[in-house]
C-alpha cells in the first residue's frame, strides 16, 4: 500500500534526524500498549501483520500526527451483560484508540458480584464522534471512556 508509512526518500520531510539516547518506551503507557498488544498475539487473534496494518493503514494526516503507540486501535467488545458492566453501550462494537492507560484496577464487574476484586488493566479509549454516531455527526467530536481490559479486543 502506499501510505504516510513508506516515506523513506520523499522530498519535503527533511532529515531523519536521530534522538540521542532515545528510550525504547518515551511514557509508561507506551510500555503497557506495547504489553496489551503482545498479550492479543497471543490469542491468535492478533499478529505482527494485523498489528502493523492497523498503524499503516491510518489517514496520513492522522498517521504522522502520532506517535508508535498511538496508532493502537482496539474495539469495544459487542457484549450485552445480565449483571453490572462499565462499558457504556454506546461504544460496545466501536473502534477507539487507547489514548493513556492507568495501571490496574478493581474490576468492578466482579466486585460489584461479591465475585472479587479481580484486578484489570483500565485504559482511556478514544472513540471519533463519526464512528458512534454515523458519518453525519460532526467530524470534530470525539469521545473518550475508561474502560477495562476485558471490554477491548483488537480492531482487525
Given at each position: 500500500?502506499?501510505?504516510?508509512?513508506?516515506m523513506?526518500?520523499?522530498?519535503?520531510?527533511?532529515?531523519?534526524?536521530?534522538?540521542?539516547?532515545?528510550?525504547?518506551?518515551?511514557?509508561?503507557?507506551?510500555?503497557?500498549?506495547?504489553?496489551?498488544?503482545?498479550?492479543?498475539?497471543?490469542?491468535?487473534?492478533w499478529?505482527?501483520?494485523a498489528?502493523?496494518?492497523?498503524?499503516e493503514?491510518?489517514?496520513?494526516?492522522?498517521y504522522?500526527?502520532?506517535s508508535?503507540?498511538?496508532?493502537?486501535?482496539?474495539?469495544?467488545?459487542?457484549?450485552n451483560?445480565?449483571?453490572?458492566?462499565?462499558?457504556p453501550?454506546?461504544?460496545?462494537?466501536?473502534?477507539?484508540?487507547?489514548?493513556?492507560?492507568h495501571?490496574?484496577?478493581?474490576?468492578?464487574?466482579?466486585?460489584?458480584?461479591?465475585?472479587?476484586?479481580?484486578?484489570?488493566?483500565?485504559?482511556t479509549v478514544s472513540?471519533?464522534g463519526?464512528?458512534?454516531?454515523?458519518?453525519?455527526?460532526?467530524?470534530?467530536?470525539?469521545?473518550?471512556?475508561?474502560?477495562?481490559?476485558?471490554?477491548?479486543?483488537?480492531a482487525?
Amino acid at each position: 500500500m502506499n501510505g504516510a508509512q513508506d516515506m523513506g526518500g520523499v522530498h519535503g520531510f527533511g532529515a531523519v534526524v536521530a534522538e540521542s539516547d532515545e528510550p525504547v518506551f518515551h511514557a509508561d503507557w507506551e510500555r503497557r500498549v506495547f504489553a496489551l498488544t503482545l498479550a492479543m498475539g497471543a490469542t491468535g487473534e492478533w499478529d505482527l501483520d494485523a498489528s502493523r496494518f492497523a498503524r499503516e493503514n491510518r489517514p496520513p494526516d492522522e498517521y504522522l500526527d502520532k506517535s508508535y503507540y498511538e496508532i493502537d486501535r482496539v474495539r469495544a467488545r459487542n457484549m450485552n451483560p445480565l449483571t453490572h458492566t462499565r462499558l457504556p453501550r454506546y461504544v460496545r462494537g466501536r473502534v477507539g484508540t487507547i489514548t493513556a492507560t492507568h495501571g490496574c484496577h478493581v474490576f468492578p464487574d466482579t466486585n460489584a458480584h461479591g465475585l472479587g476484586e479481580e484486578p484489570q488493566w483500565l485504559y482511556t479509549v478514544s472513540f471519533d464522534g463519526r464512528e458512534l454516531w454515523g458519518l453525519d455527526a460532526d467530524a470534530t467530536l470525539a469521545v473518550s471512556v475508561d474502560a477495562f481490559e476485558p471490554y477491548m479486543e483488537p480492531a482487525l
